[in-house]
């Protein structure tokens, strides 16, 4: 199950929430309620997709 970062745009809290597919994009703040959320990606979900990739990626053997 993938458990997304969130980030509520409007107290800035941030919460971990448990998102089944097709609520991704229907998450609301447990703070204030809002629906102004940021969704983070994942880092275990998402490992080499954006975090890490230019950090690690070996320009050795690449040419
Ligand atoms: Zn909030």
Do not use: H
Request: net charge negative; hydrophobic share 30%.
């Amino acid at each position: 199950m993938p458990i997304f970062e969130y980030k509520c745009n409007q107290c800035e809290k941030e919460f971990e929430k448990l998102v089944f597919s097709g609520e991704e994009n229907n998450v609301s703040c447990p703070e204030c309620k809002s629906l102004d959320v940021a969704k983070k990606m994942s880092a275990t979900s998402f490992m080499g997709n954006s975090i890490g990739t230019c950090a690690t990626s070996p320009s050795k053997g690449f040419s």
